[in-house]
């Protein structure tokens, strides 16, 4: 199993400009979440999905789109950069989301920052 | 609102020493907590996963207890070395969302 994947690595985007941060898992999992990582901030929920069709804010999901066509695709739409969006973004993935088994397996993160 | 908070934020050890990373929350409505580890750069790895019905769980040289009821939950890495230098969090998972609350993290250096 590849885990959970994302792409780019690395992006760095104009102010107003957008794009598509890419996530994938290959474990079969209901739940799949992204999250930013800031100095002092710690990690923070951006959006999650219980389910395909299912999506649902966190706490911080302004400037950002979900969608979940797919059990194995969540991508993270960025609609007009903004510099307060540079950040260390991160997609996991578990089993299920709240109670049970749900383990939850992070990506490699996509390091963007906006100019 | 739960909060996780993770003392000490950093710690430098030699290697061979036993040593205990701290996490409490405040909230003792979880369903679980969860440590990773972080390399710099790199992503979260998960190392350890707590039921809210078990005490304690175990993977080789770690071991993590929780205790609900004090809202608490301890690492002990046992044997330390230089290899396990990285970040140590935890995330509590509470609440029906699937969201994970983390802590600051606490920066281990193991020194040769």
């Known amino acids: 199993n590849a885990g959970v994947t994302q792409t780019p690595k690395f992006q760095v985007l104009k102010t107003g400009q957008s794009m598509t941060l890419q996530c994938a898992q290959d474990?079969?999992?209901?739940?799949m979440s992204w999250y930013r990582q800031d100095p002092g901030m710690g990690l923070r929920l951006i959006h999650y999905?219980?389910?395909?069709?299912?999506?649902d804010q966190g706490e911080v999901p302004n400037g950002y789109n979900v969608s979940r066509s797919t059990t194995e695709d969540f991508p993270l739409r960025l609609l007009s950069a903004a510099p307060s969006q540079t950040s260390v973004y991160f997609c996991?993935?578990?089993?299920?989301?709240?109670?049970?088994?749900?383990?939850?397996?992070f990506g490699p993160g996509t390091r963007l920052t906006v100019l | 609102k739960q909060e996780v908070t993770q003392i000490p934020a950093a710690l430098s050890v030699p290697e061979g020493e036993n040593l205990v990373l701290n996490c409490s929350f405040t909230d003792s409505a979880i369903y679980n907590l969860q440590w990773f580890r972080q390399d710099p750069g790199k992503g979260l790895t998960s190392l350890l996963l707590i039921q809210s019905s078990q005490r304690e769980q175990t993977s080789g040289r770690l071991n993590a207890s929780l205790d609900k009821s004090s809202g608490r939950s301890t690492l002990y890495i046992a044997a330390s070395q230089p290899g396990d230098s990285a970040t140590y969090l935890c995330a509590a998972g509470s609440g029906n969302t699937g969201k994970l609350i983390f802590g600051q993290g606490t920066t281990l250096q193991v020194k040769p």
């Open positions: 996991a993935s578990s089993r299920t989301g709240g109670r049970g088994n749900n383990e939850q397996f």
């Open positions: 999905s219980v389910g395909a069709g299912i999506t």
């Open positions: 474990m079969n999992h209901e739940y």
